[in-house]
């Protein structure tokens, strides 16, 4: 059951980046990874991490703004980016887990681009939590802080990755902007 689902996922998005081939994206793929032969699987990699990261850094700036219109962009631009990775560069194992972080991460994207900001915030902090295992499975070459909440999620704490030093509170915005703390920086 679940096997045939992800297989199915698996030709559904052969298919979709087979149909996106055209466009100018793909096309700059291909010449990255051909001035890259040396280093291409891990390069390439990172490469494509940045398109997803950078997505959600657009959403999570929209938070920090209180700007739901600017979250609902970020997320569809989150659920393009996904879309097109090209997963078929990934053995089966990371395969398998990129999946999984890929149909959860869509799934929250697409419950934040329907909602108001408060529901928005709610799903930020799961899809934070899939942006982590990202990182961790492939990398990320993109330098990025890890921050803390205490008082987010009903006082549970939430975390959240920012390219910015500076403490910009994306659960509260300008209720309490400077709420958090960095608890790593990566890269
Ligand atoms: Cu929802």
């Known amino acids: 059951m679940r096997k045939s689902t992800i297989t199915f996922a698996i030709l559904a998005m052969s298919f979709l980046s087979l149909t996106s081939c055209k466009d100018n994206k793909k096309e700059e793929h291909h010449t990255t990874v051909e001035n890259n032969k040396s280093i291409e699987t891990t390069h390439s990699e990172n490469k494509e991490t ?5 997505a959600y850094l657009q959403l999570k700036n929209g938070l920090v703004a209180d700007d739901k219109e600017a979250v609902t962009k970020g997320a569809n631009q989150l659920n393009t980016a996904f879309t097109e990775f ?5 053995d089966g194992n990371t395969h398998e ?3 999984k972080i890929y149909n959860s991460a869509k799934e929250h ?3 934040i681009s329907t909602s108001e900001i408060a529901h928005q915030r709610e799903h930020f ?4 939590s899939d942006i ?5 499975l492939l990398g990320t070459s993109k330098t990025l802080y890890q921050d803390f909440c205490p008082m987010a999620n009903e006082f549970k704490g939430a975390y959240w990755f920012s390219e910015v030093k500076d403490i910009k509170n994306p659960y509260f915005g300008a209720k309490m902007m400077t709420c958090g703390a ?5 890269n």
């Open 182 to 186: 960095v608890k790593k920086q990566i």
């Open 132 to 136: 982590s295992d990202l990182i961790a």
């Open 97 to 99: 887990k990129y999946m």
């Open 109 to 111: 994207a697409v419950h």
């Open 50 to 54: 940045t398109q997803i990261i950078e």
């Open 125 to 128: 902090i799961d899809l934070t």
């Open 86 to 90: 090209d997963m078929k560069q990934l």
